[in-house]
């Protein structure tokens, strides 16, 4: 089903409403078969950018090209996409056949190839069963299957998701985001997918596109953009829970990286080159998994709460000078509200930030 030249490109693409900036300079390639996730906060602009895609909203300024034509000036008709809203906008009236069937109906698409397609979407999805019910005698979860088989019977160039899980509750979330990472493989058709849950990002994306107050603060693999944050504001916003940071009192080089002393006087080796660092008000960046509670550890606090996980504990703890940060434990911990902790800390996992939140990393 997949077609060939399905790339996207958005080239410097800007939005403003009134005298309000929405979005500035935005430039993406997406390829065709990928699927792209736009992550970010509420009101950082993925929803609208998903929008000028489609052509619900009109562009400010720049170029959308969709399969090497220019579409920003089209009709959303006009441009080969499909798209899956969070409120299923079924109508209530109709069958989910007819439903199914109405926007192909609209484009003269003869009865045979409706009746094929329907069939089609309707053996992908598990939804046989469902054809000749209305939107009111269906779960939650069988009206966005309905939504998601609306984009398939148009065999789109584009599908582009707004927010489609978020009305569902989270074991259906989770199997309906396991049905679209399925049905990605299967259809090989390029993907476009708008939230605010990171971990619908990390678990269907090949790439993430995170966004900040308008702008792309990173664009990569979920993996790298976990791994290897480009900003502070990406090390904080992926993870959960998010990365711990400890100030820098002190930096000088070691054999195998900077060696780093925390405001609290502790000392860490890490992997981050020393040369690619500037001298002064760095932020030691490390995630929870990499503090892990040992009699031996050198980063002490006291807890203040513990969250058992089931696979594992987190324990929240204070350091001498005030830092909150998080590890983890065995899953049954002796760790309470009040007692002494230490944590090992791995070091060649350790990232650092300067002052404007830049992230510097292990080489390579």
């Not at 584009?158 to 049905?183: C, I, K």
């Not at 002796?334 to 002494?340: F, H, L, M, Q, V």
Request: charged letters at 20%; proline letters at 4%; aromatic letters at 6%.
């Amino acid at each position: 089903m997949a077609k060939t030249d399905a790339g996207v490109s958005i080239r410097n693409v800007s939005k403003s409403f009134g005298a309000v900036e929405v979005l500035d300079d935005i430039s993406l390639g997406i390829d065709s078969g990928e699927f792209i996730v736009f992550l970010g906060a509420s009101g950082c602009g993925k929803s609208t950018l998903l929008r000028m895609i489609a052509g619900l909203e009109t562009v400010s300024g720049g170029e959308i090209w969709i399969g090497g034509r220019r579409v920003d000036q089209l009709a959303p008709g006009q441009r080969d996409v499909s798209m899956v809203f969070q409120s299923y906008a079924l109508y209530p009236h109709m069958s989910v056949r007819e439903n199914l069937a109405f926007g192909l109906v609209n484009v003269g698409t003869p009865k045979a190839e409706i009746a094929t397609r329907i069939a089609t979407a309707a053996r992908m999805l598990e939804m046989d069963h469902l054809l000749d019910r209305k939107p009111a005698q269906l779960s939650g979860g069988q009206r966005q299957r309905v939504a998601i088989g609306r984009a398939i019977v148009r065999e789109p160039k584009v599908f582009l998701f707004d927010e489609p899980l978020s009305n569902l509750d989270a074991g259906l979330r989770t199997r309906t985001r396991f049905e679209l990472s399925q049905l990605h493989d299967r259809l090989g058709a390029t993907m476009v997918f708008v939230t605010h849950d990171q971990i619908e990002a990390m678990t269907l994306a090949t790439r993430i596109v995170l966004l900040n107050k308008g702008r792309i603060e990173q664009v990569g693999a979920p993996m790298d953009i976990y791994a290897r944050p480009s900003t502070r504001y990406v090390a904080q916003f992926v993870g959960s829970p998010p990365m711990n940071f400890l100030p820098v009192a002190r930096i000088e080089s070691g054999s195998d990286g900077a060696i780093v002393t925390t405001g609290g006087g502790v000392g860490l080796q890490t992997s981050v080159p020393f040369d690619s660092l500037p001298g002064a008000n760095l932020t030691l960046g490390l995630r929870p998994e990499n503090l892990t509670a040992s009699p031996h550890g050198t980063l002490r606090g006291k807890v203040v709460t513990v969250e058992q996980m089931g696979d594992r504990s987190l324990v929240h703890a204070e350091l001498a000078d005030g830092t909150q940060v998080v590890g983890v434990d065995a899953p049954i911990t002796t760790a309470r509200g009040g007692s002494e902790i230490a944590f090992a800390v791995e070091g060649a996992k350790a990232m650092l930030f300067d002052e404007m939140g830049k992230g510097y990393h292990t080489a390579g």
